[in-house]
């Protein structure tokens, strides 16, 4: 059965997707700008950072010394899903291929970004951004030569297998 809306709820969740389809973008271009104030006023000002760490600063002091790890970026931006959970809620998950400076490496990545978006006075947020990739290799590299990641020391990359019907599907095929 379909839910019949009013003209102002239906008018209110196609200006809430549209502001909310502006967030991945916004992000990118503060990420490539170097523009650390607007990157943070796309946050929620409670925003979580790690375990026991809550707000702007503690963003900050996450974001700037990560930032510092390449020179020259380039977020692009491919696809973004977004579901509207409630009138101040929603979740959804952007394709993203990234390209970063790193010495003298040309980083490529493939990126799922997973978030949750929240509307704090009015202006739709980032209240929590998980960031899984496919891979990270350098422009020379092919990513299965290097184990999907030459940049990371940390897990290897997490996609495709962090998909729910990933593994389903190959059990299924002969």
């Given at each position: 059965m379909t839910e019949t809306l009013s003209l102002s709820d239906r008018i209110d969740r196609i200006e809430s997707r549209l502001a909310i389809g502006q967030l991945p973008i916004r992000y990118?271009?503060?990420?490539?700008?170097?523009?650390?104030?607007?990157?943070?006023?796309?946050?929620?000002?409670?925003v979580q950072i790690g375990a026991h760490r809550f707000g702007h600063e503690a963003l900050r002091e996450w974001i700037v010394p990560a930032l510092r790890t390449f020179r020259r970026s380039v977020h692009q931006i491919v696809g973004h899903r977004i579901d509207l959970v409630d009138a101040d809620h929603a979740?959804?998950?952007?394709?993203?291929?990234?390209?970063?400076?790193?010495?003298?490496?040309?980083?490529?990545?493939a990126i799922c970004y997973f978030d949750d978006y929240r509307r704090v006075?009015?202006?739709?947020?980032?209240?929590?951004r998980r960031e899984l990739h496919w891979y990270a290799a350098d422009v020379n590299e092919h990513p299965q030569a290097v184990g999907f990641d030459s940049w990371h020391d940390d897990d290897p990359p997490q996609l495709p297998d962090r998909f729910a019907t990933w593994a389903g599907f190959w059990e299924t095929q002969p």
């Amino acid at each position: 059965m379909t839910e019949t809306l009013s003209l102002s709820d239906r008018i209110d969740r196609i200006e809430s997707r549209l502001a909310i389809g502006q967030l991945p973008i916004r992000y990118a271009m503060a990420v490539d700008g170097r523009d650390v104030e607007t990157w943070l006023g796309l946050f929620v000002p409670d925003v979580q950072i790690g375990a026991h760490r809550f707000g702007h600063e503690a963003l900050r002091e996450w974001i700037v010394p990560a930032l510092r790890t390449f020179r020259r970026s380039v977020h692009q931006i491919v696809g973004h899903r977004i579901d509207l959970v409630d009138a101040d809620h929603a979740t959804g998950a952007v394709y993203c291929r990234a390209e970063h400076e790193v010495v003298d490496r040309w980083i490529v990545m493939a990126i799922c970004y997973f978030d949750d978006y929240r509307r704090v006075d009015g202006e739709w947020l980032f209240a929590r951004r998980r960031e899984l990739h496919w891979y990270a290799a350098d422009v020379n590299e092919h990513p299965q030569a290097v184990g999907f990641d030459s940049w990371h020391d940390d897990d290897p990359p997490q996609l495709p297998d962090r998909f729910a019907t990933w593994a389903g599907f190959w059990e299924t095929q002969p």
